[in-house]
């Protein structure tokens, strides 16, 4: 034991200060307290959720409901993966039909987009999610051009009204958005969220049991014929009309898988694969039931399409990949005001 | 547990454990901060990651909890304020306890969530409940809140051994350090 002080004591200290300085220093980086470049699913959600926040409810697609129902699997995808629930066997789902838009009152008819999730009950080892909507494509290829694509569409914070020059400017300045802009402007919504198709727009990879991987991209087609009548009008109109339409029976919907050829781009989530790509349909998706959302059994669920099950993988798409974290960003916020008891009612 | 002051350092498996789990901390707490904002492409590998390597830091805290009651401890130098030694021991104390509060909160938020969680693609834990929002926000909070705190009290921990070890220098650091038999017993 010294008592005495030990040579170069200032010295000594630097050397304690400088370590443990540093350290917080990287810590307090990592946590991007100090700089950080690029977009951020914090800055990403801020801007989904808008000017005005409704506790409680999902920054994007706050409005929707939940459905359960069925997939009976036809068997013709096993060839391709090992995924079990695509062998012939019949696996129970937990889904949510939604709007886009991070009003959970918004009109339905308004919106121009739509979306159906679905969490498979692959067991407790395993699960499958995706989150498909009425798009076939996205604009834009990465997560910063998709930040700046949403910022533009953004309603003005003074006014509430878009802004069209801004908006027009940003597609003339993404010359990659021209499949998107050229499905936006010919897109007729339909009178049900029960004729619509619902598109996986990302790639992912199905791999089977010789470790080959297959590009996919997937969509839900709807069994039934769309009639071509409005449905009433009123805010809720197309919940209104897909709970009418349960009561009549079940609503379903081919799960149909497209594949890439080898010179289809599987990153690239703005280019369609040729019409003449091979497609197999995976099997059928039986909806039998829905339930408003509040309390019901999707309401805890968080969407996140990298949740895939063995024998599933996602692709380098950049921006299939950003969307773990931001879907788990808006998951974290709307969670923690349902445990503080903070989260709003819809319809208030 | 009880110190014991006729051993100058911690048993041999105390210390690989304890060094050892000095980097997977901080690579665990610099992919947790760096996971939850960063939309970059290898942002679902970190994830993975991360889940993967907390389970080995669960394990290796249980090993260490059993190898260190199982071997006898230093005790802190008599030199030492009474306090001092008081705010040493709850530090260590409050340190395992995050060590073990941390993976588990961990688990049960992937669980409220309703996401198993793979290591490394051979082992598999499954959901320990159904998906439950709000413990998913309950634990996510809890998670953050833990991984905080453990960040500041690793920085104590660090300052302090550095200070037993330069400034002091009265065998508290080599304690962890250095090999039986080359310790200076002076």
Same mark, same amino acid.
């Given at each position: 034991?010294?008592?005495?002080?030990?040579?170069?004591?200032?010295?000594?200290?630097?050397?304690?200060?400088?370590i443990?300085?540093g350290?917080?220093?990287?810590?307090t980086?990592?946590?991007?307290?100090?700089?950080?470049?690029?977009?951020?699913?914090?800055?990403?959600?801020?801007?989904?959720?808008?000017h005005?926040?409704?506790?409680?409810?999902r920054?994007?697609h706050?409005?929707?409901?939940?459905?359960?129902g069925?997939?009976?699997?036809?068997?013709?995808l096993?060839p391709?993966?090992?995924?079990t629930?695509?062998?012939?066997?019949?696996?129970?789902?937990?889904g949510?039909?939604?709007?886009a838009?991070?009003n959970?009152?918004?009109?339905d008819?308004?919106?121009?987009?739509?979306?159906?999730?679905l969490?498979?009950?692959?067991?407790?080892?395993?699960?499958?999610?995706?989150?498909?909507?009425?798009?076939?494509?996205?604009?834009?290829?990465?997560?910063?051009?998709?930040?700046?694509?949403?910022?533009?569409?953004?309603?003005?914070r003074?006014?509430?009204?878009?802004?069209?020059g801004?908006?027009s400017r940003?597609?003339?300045?993404h010359p990659?958005?021209?499949?998107f802009?050229?499905w936006?402007?010919?897109?007729?919504?339909?009178?049900?969220?029960a004729?619509?198709k619902?598109?996986?727009?990302?790639?992912?990879?199905?791999?089977?049991?010789?470790?080959?991987r297959?590009?996919?991209?997937?969509?839900a087609?709807?069994?039934?014929?769309?009639t071509?009548?409005?449905?009433?009008p009123?805010?809720d109109?197309?919940?209104?009309?897909f709970?009418?339409?349960?009561?009549?029976?079940p609503?379903?919907f081919?799960?149909v898988?497209?594949l890439?050829?080898?010179?289809?781009d599987?990153?690239?989530?703005?280019?369609?694969?040729p019409?003449s790509r091979?497609?197999?349909?995976?099997?059928?998706?039986?909806?039998?039931?829905?339930?408003?959302?509040?309390g019901?059994?999707?309401?805890?669920i968080?969407f996140?399409?990298l949740?895939?099950?063995?024998?599933?993988?996602?692709t380098?798409d950049p921006?299939?990949?950003?969307r773990?974290a931001a879907?788990a960003?808006?998951?974290r916020?709307?969670?923690?005001?349902?445990w503080?008891?903070?989260?709003?009612?819809a319809?208030? | 547990?009880?110190p014991?002051n006729?051993?100058a350092?911690?048993?041999?498996t105390?210390?690989?454990?304890?060094?050892g789990?000095?980097? $997977?901390?901080?690579? @665990?707490?610099? *992919?947790?901060?760096?996971?939850?904002?960063?939309?970059e +492409?290898? &942002?679902? =590998?970190?994830?993975?990651?991360?889940?993967?390597?907390?389970?080995?830091?669960?394990i290796?805290?249980i090993?260490? $909890?059993?190898?260190? @009651?199982?071997? *006898?401890?230093p005790?802190?130098?008599?030199?030492?304020? +009474?306090? &001092?030694? =008081?705010?040493a021991?709850?530090?260590?104390?409050?340190?395992?306890?995050l060590?073990?509060a941390?993976?588990?909160?961990g688990y049960?938020?992937?669980?409220a *969530?309703?996401r198993?969680?793979?290591?490394?693609d051979?082992l598999?834990?499954?959901?320990?409940?159904?998906?439950n929002?709000?413990?998913?926000g309950l634990f996510r909070?809890?998670?953050?809140?833990l991984?905080?705190?453990?960040?500041?009290?690793?920085?104590?921990?660090?300052?302090?051994?550095?200070h037993?070890g330069?400034?002091?220098r009265?065998?508290?650091?080599q304690?962890i350090?250095?090999?039986?038999?080359?310790?200076?017993?002076?």
């Open positions: 034991m010294n008592t005495e002080n030990p040579p170069f004591l200032v010295a000594r200290y630097a050397l304690i200060i400088a443990v300085g350290l917080a220093a990287l810590l980086f990592a946590a991007g307290g100090l700089g950080g470049t690029g977009v951020t699913a914090q800055e990403f959600v801020d801007l989904q959720q808008g005005t926040v409704h506790a409680g409810f920054r994007a706050a409005k929707g409901f939940c459905v359960a069925e997939f009976v699997s036809s068997g013709a096993e391709h993966t090992t995924a629930l695509f062998a012939s066997q019949t696996t129970p789902f937990v949510r039909l939604s709007i838009g991070s959970p009152t918004a009109p008819l308004k919106a121009p987009v739509r979306s159906l999730a969490s498979f009950a692959v067991g407790e080892r395993e699960a499958w999610r995706t989150a498909m909507n009425t798009p076939p494509v996205m604009a834009v290829r990465t997560p910063e051009d998709f930040f700046l694509q949403l910022s533009a569409l953004a309603p003005d003074e006014s509430g009204k878009r802004d069209p801004k908006i940003f597609f003339d300045e990659e958005s021209k499949a802009t050229d936006a402007s010919n897109y007729q919504p339909t009178g049900s969220l004729t619509e619902y598109h996986s727009i990302n790639a992912f990879y199905l791999v089977n049991s010789g470790g080959k297959q590009a996919v991209r997937w969509q087609r709807p069994v039934a014929r769309e071509g009548i409005r449905p009433a009123g805010r109109a197309l919940h209104r009309e709970f009418r339409r349960l009561g009549q029976g609503v379903k081919d799960l898988f497209t890439a050829a080898p010179e289809d599987a990153d690239d989530p703005t280019r369609p694969w019409q091979r497609q197999l349909v995976a099997g059928q998706l039986v909806i039998n039931s829905a339930t408003p959302q509040a019901g059994a999707c309401e805890g968080s996140d399409p949740v895939l099950p063995h024998g599933m993988e996602p380098r921006i299939l990949r950003a773990s879907y960003e808006s998951y916020r709307r969670a923690r005001e349902h503080l008891g903070r989260a709003g009612e319809g208030e | 547990m009880k014991d006729t051993v350092t911690y048993s041999f105390v210390r690989i454990i304890h060094w789990m000095a980097v $997977l901390l901080l690579s @665990l707490l610099l *992919a947790g901060l760096t996971m939850v904002r960063s939309l +492409p290898w &942002q679902p =590998a970190l994830l993975g990651l991360h889940k993967s390597l907390g389970t080995i830091a669960f290796a805290v090993t260490r $909890l059993s190898a260190r @009651l199982d071997s *006898a401890s005790g802190l130098p008599q030199a030492m304020h +009474p306090l &001092q030694r =008081a705010a021991r709850s530090s260590h104390l409050l340190l395992y306890v060590m073990i941390l993976p588990l909160s049960l938020m992937q669980s *969530a309703g198993p969680i793979h290591v490394f051979s598999t834990i499954p959901t320990a409940f159904p998906v929002q709000e413990l998913y909070e809890t998670h953050f809140a991984a905080a705190s453990l960040a500041v009290l690793v920085l104590i921990h660090i300052g302090a051994a550095l037993h330069l400034v002091r009265d065998g508290v650091l304690s350090t250095l090999p039986k038999g080359k310790l200076d017993k002076a």
